[in-house]
Nanobody, 123 residues
Framework: QAQLLESGGGLVQAGGSLRLSCAAS????????MGWFRQAPGKEREFVAH????????YYADSVKGRFTISRDNAKNTVYLQMNSLKPEDTAVYYC????????????????WGQGTQVTVSS
């Protein structure tokens, strides 16, 4: 399995921006669809976005559409999540994951997960 490490989280005011990174080691992720998920306290982990191998096909949860952008640099074995116009309800631990099959919005469709990075949006 790939080892994934997220970074870039932090504390930001509502309306601000953050850029998350997910760097892979041990195995390449360039041949895999990749996803971002998030988990707020007391809630289930939820799908945020995915990006196809080539980067040309992306899909977003309705709650982040138009505000978040997923991208990837296969040469760097890294996936990104640019988050703009952040809202307090975006506060969560954000995880990247490597897709293995099935509907891309299910956590069970992914087989490698990072440790997560905390994003906190203050009002």
């Amino acid at each position: 399995q790939a080892q994934l490490l997220e970074s870039g989280g932090g504390l930001v005011q509502a309306g601000g921006s953050l850029r998350l990174s997910c760097a892979a080691s041990r195995r390449t992720i360039s041949n895999y669809l990749m996803g971002w998920f998030r988990q707020a306290p007391g809630k289930e982990r939820e799908f945020v976005a995915h990006i196809a191998v080539s980067g040309g096909n992306t899909y977003y949860a309705d709650s982040v559409k138009g505000r978040f952008t997923i991208s990837r640099d296969n040469a760097k074995n890294t996936v990104y999540l640019q988050m703009n116009s952040l809202k307090p309800e975006d506060t969560a631990v954000y995880y990247c994951a490597r897709f293995r099959g099935g509907p891309s919005y299910y956590t069970s469709s992914y087989d490698s997960w990072g440790q997560g990075t905390q994003v906190t949006v203050s009002s």
